[in-house]
Nanobody, 124 residues
Framework: QVQLVESGGGLVQPGGSLRLACAAS????????MGWCRQAPGKEREFVSG????????DYADSVKDRFTISRDNAKNTVYLQMNRLTPEDTAVYYC?????????????????WGQGTQVTVSL
């Protein structure tokens, strides 16, 4: 089992940037595919981005492609989400998620472990 703790959320103006981080416990971080999902008020949780256990495979939702970049540092047991050109539509609680295996799933329900979430608010 892995425990996940997100950080880096906050309030940012439209067009700004934030970098989220997710620190994972345990010595087997490199055997987990990782992902970021988000949930806006009144909406279902949705997939944002995923990364395979080596970091060579990444996926993005269309809504964030070319604006967000996911990466991981297996030596630090950490996965990151660099978010650029943020818009109010990106406002949500962002969750880090993990699944055992090499590839990150697209479906929210396929992730096994979840962090508590970090709030991202994009507003003037």
């Amino acid at each position: 089992q892995v425990q996940l703790v997100e950080s880096g959320g906050g309030l940012v103006q439209p067009g700004g940037s934030l970098r989220l981080a997710c620190a994972a416990s345990g010595r087997t971080f490199s055997t987990y595919a990782m992902g970021w999902c988000r949930q806006a008020p009144g909406k279902e949780r949705e997939f944002v981005s995923g990364i395979g256990w080596t970091g060579s495979s990444t996926d993005y939702a269309d809504s964030v492609k070319d604006r967000f970049t996911i990466s991981r540092d297996n030596a630090k047991n950490t996965v990151y989400l660099q978010m650029n050109r943020l818009t109010p539509e990106d406002t949500a609680v962002y969750y880090c998620a993990a699944r055992r295996g090499p590839l990150s799933p697209w479906s929210v329900k396929d992730y096994e472990f979840w962090g508590q979430g970090t709030q991202v608010t994009v507003s003037l």
